[in-house]
């Protein structure tokens, strides 16, 4: 038997939604892309969205708005995919790294609060396996240090809620990714959203090479029009054929979260009295449960996972910590003990399988190896 690790649910249904994209004119930010923006806007009530093909590049079009420049200090989290720090070191910033917190695996502003420096230029917020961070906390940090931008890093998490606020709410920025894994996905996408109109005005440009108008622009009103290069930007457009997967996603987000919240709940209760760490719900989250992670003894994990893939189930690792990884150890060589947390959930965590349509019977194949592999 295999139980998958993951699968996406789009089928070739969804092939109808790409071919009436072909009767458009413009394959590329045209008018489905448009729309599909005024849909992101509108589900997470923030004002301006932009499509972007994928987490990484919005997240360079962010930073290059915002001004991030060599010698500028950016906050990430240890414990998160390597494309958060990845961003800042492109840009020649320095990336000061801060721990996660114990129970939640989430970042602190208290914990952030202490790395700030008169270099600090922007944070990243992450909201790792869909569970949204304190923001209103990240708010009141903004208000101490209004020049500090602070970014929301919401790809787990497009559809949780913390509160009853939404990612973009509390943020300059909040940036998602739709890449083939995650919760909505197009196979390679991503977007931004802000509230801040001059921010968005900026990202406009540093989306698409600092360009004043894109190619459907240029050519609206039925006359050429010159455009200026007015910055620096990348090449970060969503193609219209990638965003026409999105909006059927969108509408069915919130009935597969509540598929994905039973299939956590059910592992939560199955583990409970087992020896292993599983990251703790803070009162008033409703996560978008991106992954299931467990963790285990450091010197048990490789063993664990040997005896997972051994009875056919696939599972991952989200993540080891940035800072243990080859580059960043070379380079800042961060001593583990200053982000304890991170390298020890990051030495010790597996991810187990969780997508909508799981089987039943494949999760039940999951809590019962574990079960055994965990108590032997
Ligand atoms: C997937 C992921 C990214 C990068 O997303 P891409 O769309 O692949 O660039 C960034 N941050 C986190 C936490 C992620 O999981």
């Known amino acids: 038997m295999t ?10 249904d969804d092939a109808d939604s790409v071919a009436a994209v072909l009767d458009t004119p413009f394959l590329t930010s ?12 509108s589900y997470l009530g923030v004002e301006h969205s932009f499509l972007t093909n994928s987490w990484t590049n919005g997240a360079l079009a962010v930073l290059l708005a915002m001004g991030v420049k060599p010698g500028d200090e950016v906050i990430v989290p ?6 958060t720090a990845n961003v800042a ?13 114990y129970d939640t695996l989430l970042v602190k502003a208290c914990d952030v609060e202490c790395l700030i420096s008169d270099k600090t230029k922007a944070i990243f917020v992450v909201h790792l396996y869909g569970q949204m961070c304190d923001m209103e906390s990240f708010k009141a940090l903004k208000a101490r240090y209004p020049q500090v931008k602070i970014i929301e890093d919401a790809a787990h998490c497009f559809e949780g809620t913390r509160d009853g606020y ?23 996408g991503g977007a931004i959203v802000t509230r801040d109109a001059e921010l968005a005005e900026s990202i406009q440009k540093t989306r698409l090479h600092g360009m004043s108008a894109g190619a459907a622009d240029r050519f609206k009103r039925g006359e050429y029009r010159h455009w200026d290069m007015e910055c620096l930007g990348v090449k970060a457009n969503l193609p219209d054929i990638l965003a026409g997967l999105l909006p059927r996603q969108i509408d069915q987000v919130d009935d597969k979260l509540l598929t994905r919240q039973k299939i956590a709940a059910r592992y939560r209760e199955a583990f409970a009295d087992l020896p292993v760490r599983m990251a703790k719900l803070s009162l008033g989250v409703s996560s978008a449960e991106h992954l299931f992670p467990i963790s285990v003894p450091a010197l048990a994990r490789d063993e664990v996972i ?6 056919g189930i696939q599972v991952a690792v989200n ?3 940035i800072t243990e990884l080859s580059y960043y150890r070379n380079k800042y060589d961060i001593p583990p003990e200053t982000v304890a947390v991170s390298v020890e959930w990051g030495s010790g965590t597996i991810s187990l399988p969780l997508y909508p349509s799981m089987p039943k019977e494949d999760q039940s194949a999951v809590i019962q190896a574990v079960s055994e592999i965990v108590e032997s």
Not at 30 to 41: L, N, Q, R, T, Y
Not at 78 to 83: E, G, L, P, Q, V
Not at 89 to 100: C, H, R
Not at 306 to 311: D, G, I
Request: aromatic letters at 12%; glycine letters at 8%; one cysteine or more.
């Open 166 to 188: 939404r990612p973009g709410t509390w943020s300059d920025a909040a940036i998602f990714s739709f890449y083939a894994t995650k919760n909505v996905t197009c196979g390679e």
């Open 3 to 12: 139980v998958q690790f993951y699968r996406h649910g789009l089928t070739s």
């Open 78 to 83: 240890a414990m998160t995919f390597i494309a």
């Open 306 to 311: 040997s005896a997972l893939n051994h009875r």
């Open 319 to 321: 993540y080891r910590a």
């Open 89 to 101: 070191e492109l840009l020649g910033a320095t990336v000061k790294f801060v721990d996660v917190d």
């Open 30 to 41: 045209g008018s489905v892309g448009k729309s599909v923006e005024a849909k992101i806007s």
